[in-house]
């Protein structure tokens, strides 16, 4: 059995990418792990969308197999394949203020001044997605090779309000 889309048969699965719950008999995306504790497999279920833009190789591998339909299909299936293309945006997991001025960015390996824009990455390993460190908003497109990323980072960032999205989309 390979990683398969499926509605929700309880609420009570988190999502691996968003660590939000999925809401019973919303489908959700499920990618098949070996176990490392028994025989046979183990599966970790996503949004579809949290798994587009965050775990593109299984989604699309499983987005062409699917019979259910996938709501948002096309554009979901665009985000996967520009996170195939550039194999950095997976890591992105929103954007923050940076509440100290201690991390240092990992494109320019300068300090991220308090109180500047950061982008949270996240490093994916056996099913877990580890803390992985933040670049400047600046150096977004030395880093990621592409600057269509906002819908993305947005995507992952939903405690910003209002006036903190436009000032990213001005950005
Ligand atoms: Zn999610
Ligand atoms: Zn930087």
């Not at 279920?45 to 699309?60: G, S, T």
């Not at 990455?121 to 992985?132: A, H, I, N, Q, T």
């Not at 990621?144 to 980072?153: A, Y």
């Amino acid at each position: 059995m390979s990683h398969l889309f499926e509605p929700a048969a309880s609420g009570r699965a988190k999502c691996r990418g968003c660590a939000q719950p999925i809401q019973r008999t919303e489908l959700r995306f499920g990618e098949r792990l070996p176990n490392p504790f028994a025989e046979g497999k183990l599966t970790v279920w996503f949004h579809p969308a949290c798994a587009a833009y965050k775990r593109p190789e299984p989604f699309l591998q499983a987005l062409g197999e699917t019979t259910e339909s996938v709501p948002d299909r096309d554009r979901l299936e665009r985000a996967a394949r520009a996170g195939l293309a550039h194999r950095r945006l997976p890591r992105i997991d929103g954007v923050e203020r940076s509440p100290s001025g201690q991390a240092m960015c990992r494109s320019c390996r300068q300090p991220i001044a308090r109180g500047s824009w950061r982008i949270r990455l996240v490093f994916y390993e056996e099913g877990r997605f580890s803390p992985g460190g933040f670049v400047h908003l600046e150096c977004r497109k030395t880093y990621f090779e592409t600057d269509d990323i906002l819908e993305q980072v947005l995507y992952f960032s939903p405690a910003l309000s209002d006036s903190e999205r436009e000032e990213l989309w001005s950005a």
